[in-house]
């Protein structure tokens, strides 16, 4: 059984470009959550993804934008990238029954903006 | 002040000690309360819930002072496979977003 999937693994990108990261969730699972944490941080809460729509968003600026397909499947999207964007982007993602206890955490990707 | 903060590390500790980390929040409408483990260059995973009674699983301790708004973890027997960086979390609403804290590291050495 897969677990949480995200590509690209690693990025490099140059500061005013726009990035698209990709996630799947578990199996079975309906609810996308995406993270930044940067170096030596916890990782920050950007937005959640449920049924299509963003449900709940963090301290992020607009600049974040982000998609949920009827797959469950998420994109995130950065514009007008900045240095500090540089950082690990997280998607986690859990199943209705399993409430707060069931957030699956994907490996990340790395994005370095120079 | 942030949401979540945790002792500043990292912990270096020999292998079989006993070590403790603490952890306060803001808010005291929180709900839910974990301790994730997050290995170098790797993603967070769940360690375990804490709860007011206090929980217990093989050398882990996880306690939550609701009155305080404080949660602790104590690692016993310390493992060299325990260094790792440890985050505090908290959820202010039933299945919505997970806050962090910076998390704490530390280092076991043999």
């Known amino acids: 059984d897969a677990g949480v999937t995200q590509s690209p693994t690693h990025l490099i990108k140059t500061r005013g470009q726009q990035v698209t990261l990709r996630c799947s969730p578990k199996?079975?699972?309906?609810?996308v959550s995406w993270y930044q944490q940067a170096l030596g941080q916890g990782p920050q809460f950007i937005f959640q993804y449920y049924e299509e729509e963003e449900r709940q968003r963090g301290n992020f600026p607009d600049r974040f934008s982000g998609h949920q397909f009827p797959n469950y499947s998420s994109e995130l999207n950065v514009n007008a990238l900045l240095l500090g964007d540089s950082a690990l982007y997280l998607c986690?993602?859990?199943?209705?029954?399993?409430?707060?206890?069931?957030?699956?955490f994907g490996s990340g990707t790395r994005l370095t903006v120079v | 002040r942030k949401e979540v903060e945790q002792d500043p590390g990292p912990f270096n500790v020999p292998e079989g000690a006993t070590v403790a980390f603490n952890c306060t929040y803001s808010?005291?409408?929180?709900?839910?309360f974990f301790w994730y483990r997050q290995d170098c260059r790797k993603e967070p995973k769940l360690l375990m819930s804490?709860?007011?009674s206090g929980n217990e699983d093989g050398r882990f301790t996880a306690q939550l002072n609701r009155a305080s708004q404080y949660i602790s973890l104590l690692i016993r027997d310390s493992k060299l496979s325990d260094s790792a960086t440890y985050l505090c979390?908290?959820?202010?609403?039933?299945?919505?977003?997970?806050?962090f804290g910076a998390g704490t590291i530390l280092r076991v050495k043999s």
């Open positions: 808010n005291s409408a929180s709900q839910s």
């Open positions: 804490v709860y007011s």
């Open positions: 199996s079975g699972h309906d609810t």
């Open positions: 979390v908290v959820i202010m609403e039933y299945g919505n977003k997970l806050v």
């Open positions: 986690a993602s859990r199943s209705p029954g399993q409430g707060t206890y069931g957030y699956t």
